[in-house]
Protein backbone atom coordinates (compact mmCIF):
# COMPACT_ATOMS: atom_id res chain seq x y z
CA UNK A 1 0.00 0.00 0.00
CA UNK A 2 1.82 3.03 -0.90
CA UNK A 3 0.09 5.20 1.40
CA UNK A 4 2.16 2.92 4.32
CA UNK A 5 5.12 2.21 2.51
CA UNK A 6 6.39 5.25 0.00
CA UNK A 7 4.28 8.45 1.85
CA UNK A 8 6.39 8.41 5.01
CA UNK A 9 9.80 8.60 3.19
CA UNK A 10 8.31 11.13 0.73
CA UNK A 11 6.85 13.18 3.69
CA UNK A 12 8.90 12.07 6.66
CA UNK A 13 7.40 13.23 10.21
CA UNK A 14 4.02 12.10 8.94
CA UNK A 15 1.87 9.68 11.04
CA UNK A 16 -0.29 7.72 8.52
CA UNK A 17 -3.31 5.65 9.52
CA UNK A 18 -5.31 3.32 7.54
CA UNK A 19 -9.01 2.57 7.62
CA UNK A 20 -11.11 -0.48 6.55
CA UNK A 21 -14.44 -1.49 6.35
CA UNK A 22 -15.99 -4.31 4.72
CA UNK A 23 -16.27 -3.76 0.59
CA UNK A 24 -16.46 -7.11 -0.20
CA UNK A 25 -19.10 -7.55 -2.90
CA UNK A 26 -19.88 -11.44 -3.44
CA UNK A 27 -21.37 -13.37 -0.57
CA UNK A 28 -20.81 -10.21 1.90
CA UNK A 29 -22.81 -11.00 5.38
CA UNK A 30 -22.59 -7.03 5.75
CA UNK A 31 -25.55 -4.87 6.21
CA UNK A 32 -23.20 -1.69 7.04
CA UNK A 33 -23.57 1.18 5.12
CA UNK A 34 -21.42 3.99 3.81
CA UNK A 35 -23.18 5.85 7.13
CA UNK A 36 -21.99 3.10 9.80
CA UNK A 37 -18.77 2.76 7.99
CA UNK A 38 -18.88 6.99 8.43
CA UNK A 39 -19.29 6.75 11.96
CA UNK A 40 -16.93 3.77 12.09
CA UNK A 41 -14.41 6.22 10.83
CA UNK A 42 -15.16 9.26 12.97
CA UNK A 43 -14.66 6.70 15.92
CA UNK A 44 -11.35 5.22 15.03
CA UNK A 45 -9.67 8.64 14.82
CA UNK A 46 -11.18 9.84 17.67
CA UNK A 47 -9.88 6.75 19.61
CA UNK A 48 -6.26 7.35 17.92
CA UNK A 49 -6.60 11.14 18.79
CA UNK A 50 -7.26 10.91 22.21
CA UNK A 51 -4.85 13.36 24.11
CA UNK A 52 -6.01 17.16 23.79
CA UNK A 53 -2.81 17.48 22.00
CA UNK A 54 -3.62 15.03 19.03
CA UNK A 55 -7.00 16.24 18.67
CA UNK A 56 -5.32 19.84 17.61
CA UNK A 57 -3.04 18.41 14.63
CA UNK A 58 -3.91 18.59 11.06
CA UNK A 59 -5.70 16.09 9.33
CA UNK A 60 -5.14 14.74 5.91
CA UNK A 61 -7.56 12.66 4.25
CA UNK A 62 -7.17 10.82 1.25
CA UNK A 63 -9.90 8.21 -0.47
CA UNK A 64 -10.49 6.06 -3.31
CA UNK A 65 -13.84 5.52 -4.58
CA UNK A 66 -16.27 4.76 -1.67
CA UNK A 67 -13.71 5.33 0.46
CA UNK A 68 -13.92 9.13 -0.76
CA UNK A 69 -17.92 9.12 0.22
CA UNK A 70 -17.13 7.72 3.58
CA UNK A 71 -14.75 10.54 4.47
CA UNK A 72 -17.63 13.16 3.25
CA UNK A 73 -19.95 11.67 5.67
CA UNK A 74 -17.82 11.39 8.33
CA UNK A 75 -17.29 15.29 7.69
CA UNK A 76 -20.71 15.79 7.26
CA UNK A 77 -21.60 14.02 10.47
CA UNK A 78 -18.92 15.45 12.42
CA UNK A 79 -20.05 19.26 11.66
CA UNK A 80 -23.24 18.45 13.76
CA UNK A 81 -21.80 15.77 16.54
CA UNK A 82 -19.99 15.75 19.35
CA UNK A 83 -16.69 18.26 20.49
CA UNK A 84 -14.63 15.64 19.25
CA UNK A 85 -16.65 14.79 16.23
CA UNK A 86 -16.08 18.38 15.54
CA UNK A 87 -12.59 18.48 16.01
CA UNK A 88 -12.08 16.21 13.13
CA UNK A 89 -13.65 18.35 11.25
CA UNK A 90 -11.71 21.49 12.36
CA UNK A 91 -8.59 20.13 11.63
CA UNK A 92 -8.99 18.79 8.29
CA UNK A 93 -6.31 20.36 6.47
CA UNK A 94 -6.94 19.00 3.05
CA UNK A 95 -9.12 16.26 1.10
CA UNK A 96 -7.73 14.29 -1.71
CA UNK A 97 -10.01 12.18 -3.55
CA UNK A 98 -9.40 9.33 -5.75
CA UNK A 99 -11.68 8.13 -8.63
CA UNK A 100 -14.64 8.59 -6.24
CA UNK A 101 -18.25 8.64 -7.67
CA UNK A 102 -19.50 11.73 -6.22
CA UNK A 103 -22.37 12.46 -8.56
CA UNK A 104 -22.54 7.82 -9.06
CA UNK A 105 -21.47 4.90 -10.26
CA UNK A 106 -22.75 2.80 -13.47
CA UNK A 107 -22.96 -0.18 -11.12
CA UNK A 108 -25.74 -1.96 -12.51
CA UNK A 109 -23.33 -5.51 -13.22
CA UNK A 110 -22.56 -5.17 -9.60
CA UNK A 111 -26.13 -4.83 -8.25
CA UNK A 112 -27.01 -8.24 -10.63
CA UNK A 113 -23.85 -9.47 -9.01
CA UNK A 114 -25.11 -9.07 -5.69
CA UNK A 115 -28.71 -9.06 -5.82
CA UNK A 116 -29.92 -10.60 -2.81
CA UNK A 117 -27.37 -10.03 -0.55
CA UNK A 118 -26.88 -7.97 2.49
CA UNK A 119 -24.92 -5.30 1.00
CA UNK A 120 -27.39 -4.56 -1.64
CA UNK A 121 -28.35 -1.63 -0.42
CA UNK A 122 -25.07 -0.04 -0.20
CA UNK A 123 -24.41 -0.50 -3.82
CA UNK A 124 -27.93 0.51 -4.65
CA UNK A 125 -27.14 4.36 -3.20
CA UNK A 126 -23.99 4.53 -5.25
CA UNK A 127 -26.49 4.72 -8.41
CA UNK A 128 -26.49 7.75 -10.14
CA UNK A 129 -29.54 10.10 -9.35
CA UNK A 130 -29.94 8.11 -6.31
CA UNK A 131 -30.85 10.21 -2.63
CA UNK A 132 -28.25 9.16 -0.95
CA UNK A 133 -25.79 10.46 -3.23
CA UNK A 134 -27.45 13.33 -3.58
CA UNK A 135 -28.10 13.95 -0.25
CA UNK A 136 -24.23 13.47 0.58
CA UNK A 137 -23.22 15.82 -2.00
CA UNK A 138 -25.10 18.76 -1.21
CA UNK A 139 -24.70 18.46 2.68
CA UNK A 140 -21.29 17.98 1.77
CA UNK A 141 -21.44 21.40 -0.40
CA UNK A 142 -23.61 23.15 2.42
CA UNK A 143 -21.01 22.37 5.62
CA UNK A 144 -18.46 23.36 3.30
CA UNK A 145 -14.79 23.17 4.58
CA UNK A 146 -13.11 26.90 5.26
CA UNK A 147 -9.17 26.83 4.42
CA UNK A 148 -9.51 22.93 3.69
CA UNK A 149 -8.15 22.45 -0.23
CA UNK A 150 -9.76 19.52 -2.06
CA UNK A 151 -8.56 17.65 -4.86
CA UNK A 152 -10.03 15.26 -7.06
CA UNK A 153 -8.37 12.58 -8.92
CA UNK A 154 -10.83 10.58 -11.82
CA UNK A 155 -10.88 9.05 -14.80
CA UNK A 156 -11.19 10.46 -18.30
CA UNK A 157 -11.91 7.32 -19.67
CA UNK A 158 -13.82 4.37 -19.79
CA UNK A 159 -13.21 2.06 -17.23
CA UNK A 160 -13.13 -1.84 -16.53
CA UNK A 161 -16.34 -3.32 -14.27
CA UNK A 162 -16.68 -6.16 -12.94
CA UNK A 163 -19.16 -9.10 -13.61
CA UNK A 164 -19.71 -12.37 -13.39
CA UNK A 165 -19.11 -14.98 -16.45
CA UNK A 166 -19.15 -18.67 -15.89
CA UNK A 167 -19.16 -18.06 -12.20
CA UNK A 168 -15.97 -16.49 -12.35
CA UNK A 169 -14.89 -12.76 -11.96
CA UNK A 170 -14.79 -10.61 -15.61
CA UNK A 171 -14.03 -7.37 -16.60
CA UNK A 172 -15.60 -5.19 -19.16
CA UNK A 173 -15.59 -1.36 -20.80
CA UNK A 174 -18.85 -0.76 -22.07
CA UNK A 175 -20.72 -1.28 -25.73
CA UNK A 176 -17.78 0.28 -27.89
CA UNK A 177 -14.74 -0.52 -25.60
CA UNK A 178 -12.34 -2.87 -25.20
CA UNK A 179 -13.25 -6.12 -23.25
CA UNK A 180 -11.08 -8.40 -20.74
CA UNK A 181 -12.57 -11.30 -19.85
CA UNK A 182 -9.49 -13.13 -17.88
CA UNK A 183 -10.25 -14.60 -14.34
CA UNK A 184 -9.17 -12.71 -11.49
CA UNK A 185 -9.47 -15.91 -9.26
CA UNK A 186 -8.10 -18.95 -11.58
CA UNK A 187 -5.63 -17.33 -13.92
Given at each position: ?????????????????????????????S?????D??????????????????????????????????I????V?????S???????????G????????????????????????N????????????????????????????????????????????????????????????????????
Amino acid sequence: MWLRDFLPNAVPNVRILTFGYDSALKNSSSFSSAMDFARHLLEHVNKVRSSNEKKLRPIIFIGHSLGGLIIKAALVEAAHGSKNDRAIRNSSAGLFFFGVPHKGLDNEKIVNLIKGQPNSQLVENLKPNSQFLDLAYRNFLRDELDDCPITSFYETKLTPTVEVCLNKYSFSIGANGLYYRKSMGNG
